[in-house]
């Protein structure tokens, strides 16, 4: 079975702070894809990244970088200088290679930047 | 290019009435899913649609809730009857195809969120 954990249920950071958010996942597979979402407040899913359990690499896209280490099990998320913008649900979703696995979400973090 | 489109966006009924939600993917998308978000809950899966065929459907309450994808293009969720615990946000997502060698991204529609009273 698959289980994607984000401890952290909501978060709180003035404008222009670094904030870290946490992702554990279990999987028996030795192949998936990871992935983080956000939910700002008009409700829509809006895709941020995806990896390949092959790559280990970390990626950086503007303000945001993804930390993810197989050893441990994780993949975390980094927002640099946030802006209140950035606030929303942010989720971590993990989902098996094949055509018929389903994306497996984690509860949510809810990220407020506030000025 | 539009997105997923659902509506309605916002439903009140009282637990034993029936409700529908209708969903028009992307244009060209094969793949189309429903997903049920309870509050302070990530997104599960209902059911896959490939074209018309269902390719899971194994966390639909199949009691009470049924969808269809007749032509392989919109979709339509039904629940008759329902319960207090089906007031959630139900996301429609699609995607070009299932996957496989070639991931193909899911985009979400804005979803519809329903209230049982």
């Known amino acids: 079975a698959q289980k994607v954990t984000q401890a952290q249920t909501e978060i709180s950071v003035v404008e222009k702070e670094d904030v870290t958010l946490d992702c554990v996942y279990e999987t028996r597979d030795t192949t998936y894809y990871l992935f983080w979402y956000k939910q700002p407040p008009s409700g829509e899913l809006v895709f941020l990244i995806r990896r390949n359990s092959f790559d280990e690499q970390n990626e950086i896209s503007g303000r945001y970088s993804w930390n993810f280490q197989k050893s441990t099990s994780s993949f975390n998320f980094t927002i640099t200088a946030s802006q209140v913008v950035d606030s929303a649900v942010y989720f971590c979703?993990?989902?098996?290679?094949?055509?018929?696995?389903?994306?497996?979400f984690g509860t949510g973090t809810r990220l407020q930047v506030t000025l | 290019e539009a997105g997923v489109a659902q509506s309605p966006r916002y439903k009140i009924i009282e637990k034993r009435q029936s409700v529908a939600f209708w969903c028009n993917p992307i244009s060209g998308h094969a793949t189309l899913y429903w997903y049920q978000q309870i509050l302070g809950q990530g997104p599960k899966l209902l059911i896959q649609f490939q074209n018309n065929g269902v390719v899971d459907d194994s966390q639909l309450p199949k009691d009470r809730f049924s969808a269809e994808r007749l032509k392989g293009v919109d979709s339509t969720l039904k629940i008759q009857p329902a319960k207090l615990e089906d007031s959630a946000v139900y996301l429609c997502?699609?995607?070009?195809?299932?996957?496989?060698?070639?991931?193909?991204?899911?985009?979400f529609g804005p979803g519809t969120r329903l209230t049982v009273l």
């Open positions: 997502a699609s995607s070009l195809g299932a996957g496989g060698i070639v991931y193909n991204e899911q985009f």
């Open positions: 979703a993990l989902k098996k290679t094949g055509t018929a696995s389903k994306l497996t």
